[in-house]
């Protein structure tokens, strides 16, 4: 795209390269992509993030965190639809007390009067503190972080930017949602006595159960080909050792997993398996069986060209739609995730299932709005003030 040809050469460098530029100091500086959420840093967020909804239910630590951010301002940056992702940041931003705004429709705003899309980032930085953007531009909101870099060194204004959602390739805080909610699910903490004892009950049945989202099975279950939020969970969850991913996709070259994602879960160490129904099975025992959490997605209509449309509308949907019958092969324990929005008409998670004790859907879309928070708390460098408030607020266990 002309508007961000002098980015170019900076797009097209290895990850690694890039994320050195997204941080200072051992700190996010803007948050890109899933490769940026570290196990240290994801360690720290969760963190927060658990201080953040503790706090939260208490008249007096709701009122602290509402103070803890009360001198910023964010701007949410919304072009491409959202519910979720846009009503948690907001949340978040109220639950510490930033002031937002948002603009959702580039209609209303100077873009019709021809100005350049950087131009409007760069008005947005001038009057917020943050800016929060999703784009159907891939690397649009990388090319707002070289700018915001740019002006920095020119020692002029220059704000956080966070990716929240691009194109189809990246949505980095869904990544840090779905790990957080995976951490909370596997965390059975020795400190606390309940989750202590759920271990030892659910090891009887599982011996090999252990805390922690290292040497698990991941189901990945729709489209496989354009999930953003499958791209960026995996890449984060390559992170750890021992794991293993199932990818259980219709057999279509846009749904399928791609070959570069493939190829960089390999190179991680991941065991990768790939799958046409989940009714398969692997190693003589069924799939489902074996799958320690399963993330659901839905067939990403928006993104088929003409051709897709017809060859996508042929496919049979119903082996990758959750049933009860097949919810019972999973583990007692095994979560069930989607990013949400489900699709009603295909129904990959029908409603009946909402009712299991696995579907973590909608605890996961409400851990979305602690995860930003905690994001935010970070990116302010308020992770010491918020510790010293939780402290002061929360009365000492035991
Ligand atoms: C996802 C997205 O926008 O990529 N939704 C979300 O942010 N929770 C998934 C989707 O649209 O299918």
């Not at 994801?42 to 630590?61: W, Y």
Request: hydrophobic letters at 40%; charged letters at 25%; a negative charge.
């Amino acid at each position: 795209m002309q508007e961000f040809a002098e980015f170019e050469s900076l797009l097209e460098r290895p990850l690694d390269q890039k994320n050195v530029e997204f941080q200072r100091q051992g700190r996010l500086k803007h948050l890109i992509s899933a490769s940026q959420l570290t196990i240290p840093l994801l360690e720290k967020l969760c963190h927060s993030a658990d201080m953040i909804r503790k706090m939260n239910r208490n008249p007096s630590g709701n009122q602290r965190l509402r103070q803890l951010l009360a001198h910023k301002r964010a701007m949410l940056y919304f072009t491409q639809p959202s519910t979720r992702t846009f009503l948690s940041f907001m949340a978040a931003c109220q639950i510490l007390g930033l002031t937002c705004n948002e603009v959702r429709d580039p209609k209303t705003s100077s873009e019709v009067k021809r100005e350049s899309r950087m131009d409007s980032i760069r008005m947005f930085s001038s009057y917020f503190d943050v800016i929060i953007m999703r784009s159907q531009i891939g690397n649009f909101a990388e090319c707002c972080a070289y700018l915001m870099n740019d002006l920095e060194n020119q020692e002029r204004r220059s704000v956080p930017i966070v990716n929240a959602g691009a194109g189809s390739d990246e949505h980095p805080t869904q990544a840090l949602l779905d790990m957080y909610t995976i951490i909370r699910t596997f965390d059975f903490d020795q400190s606390s006595a309940e989750r202590a004892s759920r271990l030892d009950q659910l090891r009887e049945q599982y011996p090999g159960l252990t805390p922690g989202p290292a040497g698990k099975t991941y189901a990945f279950v729709g489209d496989i080909g354009r999930g953003r939020t499958v791209r960026s969970l995996a890449t984060v969850l390559a992170q750890y050792p021992d794991v293993r991913m199932f990818f259980v996709s219709p057999d279509h070259e846009v749904l399928n997993l791609d070959a570069e994602l493939k190829d960089y879960l390999k190179r991680s160490g991941v065991m990768v398996e790939e799958f046409q129904s989940l009714d398969a099975e692997f190693n003589g025992q069924s799939l489902l069986g074996q799958v320690d959490c399963l993330y659901m997605t839905r067939i990403q209509r928006e993104h088929n060209s003409e051709q897709a449309e017809s060859e996508i509308a042929a496919i049979d949907l119903e082996p990758f739609r959750l049933t009860v019958e097949r919810v019972a092969q999973l583990k007692t324990y095994t979560p069930i995730l989607h990013p949400f929005p489900r699709d009603s008409v295909v129904g990959e998670i029908p409603t009946e299932i909402d009712s299991d004790s696995r579907a973590m859907y909608f605890r996961q879309a409400r851990n979305g709005m602690w995860a930003r928070a905690a994001l935010l708390v970070h990116l302010f460098d308020a992770a010491d003030t918020l510790y010293l408030a939780y402290r002061d607020v929360m009365p000492a266990r035991g």
